[in-house]
Protein backbone atom coordinates (compact mmCIF):
# COMPACT_ATOMS: atom_id res chain seq x y z
CA UNK A 1 0.00 0.00 0.00
CA UNK A 2 1.08 3.65 -0.65
CA UNK A 3 2.10 5.77 2.05
CA UNK A 4 -0.73 8.18 1.13
CA UNK A 5 -3.59 5.95 1.14
CA UNK A 6 -2.64 5.30 4.60
CA UNK A 7 -2.44 9.03 5.81
CA UNK A 8 -6.21 8.70 6.45
CA UNK A 9 -6.48 5.69 8.77
CA UNK A 10 -3.76 7.20 10.17
CA UNK A 11 -5.20 10.83 10.81
CA UNK A 12 -8.53 9.47 11.46
CA UNK A 13 -7.06 7.54 14.91
CA UNK A 14 -5.18 10.43 15.59
CA UNK A 15 -8.21 12.75 15.40
CA UNK A 16 -10.50 9.67 17.65
CA UNK A 17 -7.86 9.74 20.09
CA UNK A 18 -7.20 13.63 20.38
CA UNK A 19 -10.98 14.22 20.77
CA UNK A 20 -10.77 11.43 23.74
CA UNK A 21 -8.01 13.14 25.27
CA UNK A 22 -9.77 16.38 25.33
CA UNK A 23 -13.15 15.35 26.69
CA UNK A 24 -12.05 12.60 29.00
CA UNK A 25 -8.84 13.64 30.04
CA UNK A 26 -8.95 17.83 30.00
CA UNK A 27 -12.68 17.82 30.66
CA UNK A 28 -13.18 20.54 27.73
CA UNK A 29 -16.06 19.93 24.91
CA UNK A 30 -14.47 19.48 21.60
CA UNK A 31 -15.89 18.43 17.95
CA UNK A 32 -14.66 17.64 14.52
CA UNK A 33 -16.29 18.39 11.88
CA UNK A 34 -15.98 15.93 10.01
CA UNK A 35 -13.99 16.49 7.00
CA UNK A 36 -9.93 14.99 6.43
CA UNK A 37 -8.66 17.60 4.05
CA UNK A 38 -5.91 17.42 1.09
CA UNK A 39 -3.98 20.19 1.19
CA UNK A 40 -1.35 22.32 -0.73
CA UNK A 41 -0.02 24.13 2.68
CA UNK A 42 -0.67 24.06 6.09
CA UNK A 43 -0.69 27.73 7.95
CA UNK A 44 0.83 27.35 11.08
CA UNK A 45 -0.18 28.63 14.64
CA UNK A 46 2.47 30.20 17.21
CA UNK A 47 2.80 26.98 18.87
CA UNK A 48 3.38 23.67 16.52
CA UNK A 49 5.06 20.08 18.18
CA UNK A 50 6.44 17.79 15.14
CA UNK A 51 6.41 13.76 15.90
CA UNK A 52 8.29 11.21 13.14
CA UNK A 53 6.41 8.45 13.11
CA UNK A 54 8.58 5.55 11.40
CA UNK A 55 9.31 2.08 11.22
CA UNK A 56 6.61 0.59 8.91
CA UNK A 57 5.16 3.90 8.39
CA UNK A 58 6.85 7.14 7.27
CA UNK A 59 4.73 9.42 7.68
CA UNK A 60 5.56 13.19 9.64
CA UNK A 61 2.80 14.47 12.17
CA UNK A 62 2.50 18.43 12.92
CA UNK A 63 -0.40 19.66 15.62
CA UNK A 64 -0.64 23.37 15.41
CA UNK A 65 -2.71 24.89 18.79
CA UNK A 66 -4.48 28.13 19.35
CA UNK A 67 -2.88 29.59 21.97
CA UNK A 68 -5.90 30.20 24.08
CA UNK A 69 -6.47 26.48 24.01
CA UNK A 70 -2.31 25.96 24.90
CA UNK A 71 -2.73 27.78 27.53
CA UNK A 72 -6.19 26.63 29.02
CA UNK A 73 -4.79 22.81 29.03
CA UNK A 74 -1.40 23.81 30.22
CA UNK A 75 -3.25 25.07 33.32
CA UNK A 76 -5.14 21.70 33.29
CA UNK A 77 -2.21 19.81 32.91
CA UNK A 78 -0.08 20.97 35.39
CA UNK A 79 -3.13 21.18 38.13
CA UNK A 80 -3.91 24.82 37.64
CA UNK A 81 -0.62 25.93 39.96
CA UNK A 82 2.11 27.24 38.44
CA UNK A 83 4.30 30.71 38.65
CA UNK A 84 4.44 33.06 35.45
CA UNK A 85 7.95 32.70 35.40
CA UNK A 86 7.92 28.99 34.80
CA UNK A 87 4.41 29.27 32.71
CA UNK A 88 6.25 29.68 29.18
CA UNK A 89 8.43 26.68 29.65
CA UNK A 90 5.85 24.82 30.88
CA UNK A 91 3.37 25.55 28.06
CA UNK A 92 6.08 24.31 25.68
CA UNK A 93 6.12 20.84 27.54
CA UNK A 94 2.62 20.75 27.64
CA UNK A 95 2.23 20.94 23.89
CA UNK A 96 4.88 18.05 23.25
CA UNK A 97 3.40 15.76 26.07
CA UNK A 98 0.20 15.95 24.63
CA UNK A 99 1.00 15.20 21.22
CA UNK A 100 3.10 12.29 22.99
CA UNK A 101 0.12 10.95 24.69
CA UNK A 102 -2.30 11.69 22.21
CA UNK A 103 0.08 9.51 19.09
CA UNK A 104 1.36 7.02 21.80
CA UNK A 105 -2.22 5.75 22.29
CA UNK A 106 -3.62 5.99 18.68
CA UNK A 107 -0.66 3.81 17.50
CA UNK A 108 -2.98 0.94 18.45
CA UNK A 109 -5.23 1.75 16.03
CA UNK A 110 -2.85 2.72 13.01
CA UNK A 111 -2.92 0.40 9.69
CA UNK A 112 -1.64 -3.25 11.11
CA UNK A 113 -2.48 -2.57 15.18
CA UNK A 114 0.77 0.24 14.28
CA UNK A 115 3.05 -3.02 14.30
CA UNK A 116 6.64 -2.22 13.94
CA UNK A 117 6.13 1.82 13.94
CA UNK A 118 8.46 3.60 15.96
CA UNK A 119 8.20 7.88 17.47
CA UNK A 120 10.53 10.43 17.76
CA UNK A 121 10.50 12.70 21.18
CA UNK A 122 8.06 15.41 20.39
CA UNK A 123 9.62 18.61 19.03
CA UNK A 124 7.51 22.03 19.88
CA UNK A 125 8.74 24.74 17.54
CA UNK A 126 7.05 28.47 18.26
CA UNK A 127 6.42 31.26 15.31
CA UNK A 128 6.70 29.01 12.34
CA UNK A 129 4.72 30.26 9.51
CA UNK A 130 3.89 27.74 6.88
CA UNK A 131 4.52 24.22 5.37
CA UNK A 132 4.38 24.00 1.32
CA UNK A 133 3.49 20.58 -0.08
CA UNK A 134 6.08 18.98 -2.73
CA UNK A 135 5.46 17.33 -5.56
CA UNK A 136 6.14 13.91 -4.07
CA UNK A 137 4.23 14.77 -1.32
CA UNK A 138 0.54 14.57 0.30
CA UNK A 139 -0.62 16.77 3.49
CA UNK A 140 -3.91 15.51 5.00
CA UNK A 141 -5.56 17.82 7.69
CA UNK A 142 -8.24 17.82 10.23
CA UNK A 143 -9.42 20.59 13.08
CA UNK A 144 -10.74 19.88 16.43
CA UNK A 145 -12.92 22.79 17.62
CA UNK A 146 -13.14 24.02 21.21
CA UNK A 147 -14.68 26.09 23.22
CA UNK A 148 -10.68 28.17 23.32
CA UNK A 149 -9.84 27.55 19.55
CA UNK A 150 -8.87 25.13 17.53
CA UNK A 151 -6.02 22.04 16.90
CA UNK A 152 -4.94 21.30 13.65
CA UNK A 153 -4.06 17.87 13.16
CA UNK A 154 -1.55 17.03 10.00
CA UNK A 155 0.01 14.44 8.91
CA UNK A 156 2.28 14.21 5.31
CA UNK A 157 3.83 11.85 3.25
CA UNK A 158 5.48 10.92 0.08
CA UNK A 159 3.89 9.53 -2.55
CA UNK A 160 6.74 7.19 -3.40
CA UNK A 161 7.33 5.31 -0.49
CA UNK A 162 5.77 1.96 -0.09
CA UNK A 163 4.34 0.99 3.28
CA UNK A 164 4.76 -2.88 4.66
CA UNK B 1 9.23 7.00 52.90
CA UNK B 2 10.60 5.88 49.43
CA UNK B 3 13.26 8.31 47.77
CA UNK B 4 12.68 8.56 44.07
CA UNK B 5 13.93 9.15 40.70
CA UNK B 6 12.11 10.73 38.20
CA UNK B 7 13.27 10.09 34.60
CA UNK B 8 11.16 11.45 31.57
CA UNK B 9 12.10 13.84 28.98
CA UNK B 10 8.99 16.33 29.13
CA UNK B 11 9.37 18.79 32.53
CA UNK B 12 6.03 19.10 32.86
CA UNK B 13 5.44 15.28 33.79
CA UNK B 14 8.29 15.71 35.78
CA UNK B 15 6.94 18.24 38.16
CA UNK B 16 3.51 16.59 38.00
CA UNK B 17 4.82 13.41 39.10
CA UNK B 18 7.12 15.29 41.78
CA UNK B 19 4.39 16.86 43.42
CA UNK B 20 2.15 13.51 43.07
CA UNK B 21 5.08 11.56 44.68
CA UNK B 22 5.74 13.97 47.31
CA UNK B 23 2.18 14.94 48.18
CA UNK B 24 2.27 11.09 49.37
CA UNK B 25 5.08 11.82 51.79
CA UNK B 26 7.95 9.96 49.03
CA UNK B 27 10.73 12.43 48.74
CA UNK B 28 12.46 13.04 45.07
CA UNK B 29 15.65 12.53 45.33
CA UNK B 30 16.34 13.68 41.86
CA UNK B 31 15.27 14.47 38.08
CA UNK B 32 16.55 13.10 34.88
CA UNK B 33 15.98 13.73 31.58
CA UNK B 34 17.07 10.94 29.53
CA UNK B 35 18.53 7.27 30.32
CA UNK B 36 22.25 8.42 30.72
CA UNK B 37 21.22 10.59 33.30
CA UNK B 38 19.11 8.19 34.84
CA UNK B 39 21.64 5.69 35.00
CA UNK B 40 24.46 8.74 36.51
CA UNK B 41 21.71 9.46 39.10
CA UNK B 42 21.09 5.89 40.45
CA UNK B 43 24.77 5.40 40.97
CA UNK B 44 25.05 8.13 43.23
CA UNK B 45 21.86 8.43 45.01
CA UNK B 46 20.60 4.99 45.08
CA UNK B 47 17.15 5.49 45.26
CA UNK B 48 14.44 3.02 46.40
CA UNK B 49 12.39 3.31 43.73
CA UNK B 50 12.37 4.71 40.07
CA UNK B 51 9.62 5.80 37.35
CA UNK B 52 11.23 5.41 34.10
CA UNK B 53 9.74 6.81 30.31
CA UNK B 54 9.96 4.68 27.07
CA UNK B 55 10.91 7.43 24.42
CA UNK B 56 13.49 9.52 25.67
CA UNK B 57 16.26 11.02 23.92
CA UNK B 58 19.90 10.09 24.10
CA UNK B 59 19.58 6.54 25.18
CA UNK B 60 15.46 5.29 25.79
CA UNK B 61 13.75 3.66 28.84
CA UNK B 62 14.09 0.49 27.63
CA UNK B 63 18.11 0.52 27.66
CA UNK B 64 18.22 2.28 30.87
CA UNK B 65 16.35 0.09 32.91
CA UNK B 66 18.43 -3.22 31.64
CA UNK B 67 21.71 -0.97 32.67
CA UNK B 68 20.13 -0.22 36.03
CA UNK B 69 18.91 -3.53 36.90
CA UNK B 70 22.55 -4.95 36.00
CA UNK B 71 24.35 -2.42 38.38
CA UNK B 72 21.46 -3.75 41.05
CA UNK B 73 19.75 -6.60 40.85
CA UNK B 74 16.71 -4.98 43.00
CA UNK B 75 15.69 -1.96 41.50
CA UNK B 76 12.21 -1.21 41.50
CA UNK B 77 11.46 0.54 38.04
CA UNK B 78 8.18 1.41 37.18
CA UNK B 79 7.28 2.44 33.23
CA UNK B 80 5.39 5.41 32.77
CA UNK B 81 4.21 5.58 29.06
CA UNK B 82 1.99 7.36 26.57
CA UNK B 83 2.39 3.83 24.48
CA UNK B 84 -0.70 2.04 24.01
CA UNK B 85 1.57 -0.50 22.31
CA UNK B 86 1.75 -3.92 23.96
CA UNK B 87 5.19 -5.32 22.63
CA UNK B 88 6.59 -1.66 24.10
CA UNK B 89 5.27 -2.60 27.27
CA UNK B 90 6.67 -6.36 27.51
CA UNK B 91 9.61 -5.27 26.29
CA UNK B 92 9.89 -2.75 29.04
CA UNK B 93 8.97 -5.44 31.63
CA UNK B 94 11.73 -8.20 30.22
CA UNK B 95 13.87 -5.62 30.82
CA UNK B 96 13.70 -5.87 34.76
CA UNK B 97 10.59 -3.11 34.84
CA UNK B 98 8.31 -4.13 38.34
CA UNK B 99 5.15 -2.59 36.13
CA UNK B 100 3.99 -0.12 34.13
CA UNK B 101 1.28 2.92 34.01
CA UNK B 102 0.24 4.61 30.99
CA UNK B 103 0.37 8.77 30.63
CA UNK B 104 -1.56 10.63 31.37
CA UNK B 105 -0.94 10.02 35.27
CA UNK B 106 -3.81 9.37 37.64
CA UNK B 107 -3.03 10.02 41.37
CA UNK B 108 -4.93 6.64 42.27
CA UNK B 109 -3.12 4.03 39.55
CA UNK B 110 0.62 5.51 40.93
CA UNK B 111 -0.12 5.24 44.74
CA UNK B 112 -1.74 1.82 43.73
CA UNK B 113 1.96 0.88 41.85
CA UNK B 114 3.87 1.78 44.14
CA UNK B 115 1.52 -0.44 46.95
CA UNK B 116 2.35 -3.45 44.64
CA UNK B 117 6.31 -3.40 44.89
CA UNK B 118 6.25 -2.30 48.28
CA UNK B 119 3.05 -3.78 49.66
CA UNK B 120 4.70 -2.60 53.30
CA UNK B 121 4.94 1.31 52.62
CA UNK B 122 2.36 3.70 53.28
CA UNK B 123 1.80 6.80 51.71
CA UNK B 124 0.71 9.92 53.54
CA UNK B 125 -3.14 9.03 53.50
CA UNK B 126 -2.68 5.59 55.01
CA UNK B 127 0.32 6.77 57.65
CA UNK B 128 -2.61 9.67 58.98
CA UNK B 129 -4.90 7.13 59.74
CA UNK B 130 -2.37 5.06 61.39
CA UNK B 131 -1.36 8.09 63.63
CA UNK B 132 -5.00 8.42 63.72
CA UNK B 133 -4.98 5.30 65.00
CA UNK B 134 -2.42 4.78 67.20
CA UNK B 135 -3.57 8.17 69.12
CA UNK B 136 -7.18 5.71 69.62
CA UNK B 137 -4.68 2.93 71.44
CA UNK B 138 -3.08 5.16 73.34
CA UNK B 139 -5.89 7.05 74.91
CA UNK B 140 -7.69 3.33 75.86
CA UNK B 141 -4.93 1.80 76.55
CA UNK B 142 -2.51 4.23 78.30
CA UNK B 143 -5.23 4.87 81.31
CA UNK B 144 -5.72 1.09 81.31
CA UNK B 145 -2.24 0.48 82.14
CA UNK B 146 -1.83 3.40 84.39
CA UNK B 147 -4.56 2.30 86.81
CA UNK B 148 -2.36 -1.22 87.04
Known amino acids: MEQVQLLKPVLSSIVRYAEHFLVDEMQMS ?30 LFYMTYDDLLLDNLTHMFAYG ?14 AGEIA ?46 TPYGNIELNVIGSTNDKGE | MLKVLIVDDSLIIRRNLSKILESAGHRVIGEA ?9 YRHYKPDFVTMDITMPEMDGIMAVKEIKRLDKQAKIIMITSHGQEDMVIGAIHSGASGYLLKPIRIEKLRESIRKVFPNITDDTSAVQQQLDDEEIEEIVLPKIAGE
Open chain 2, 33 to 41: KDGKEAIEL
Open chain 1, 81 to 94: EMGVDEFHTLRESA
Open chain 1, 30 to 59: SRFDGEYRSVEKIFLKKHTTMVWIGGTLNV
Open chain 1, 100 to 145: NIIIGHAIVDFPNKGKGVTLTPPVTIEDAKSIIKTPATQILTASLL
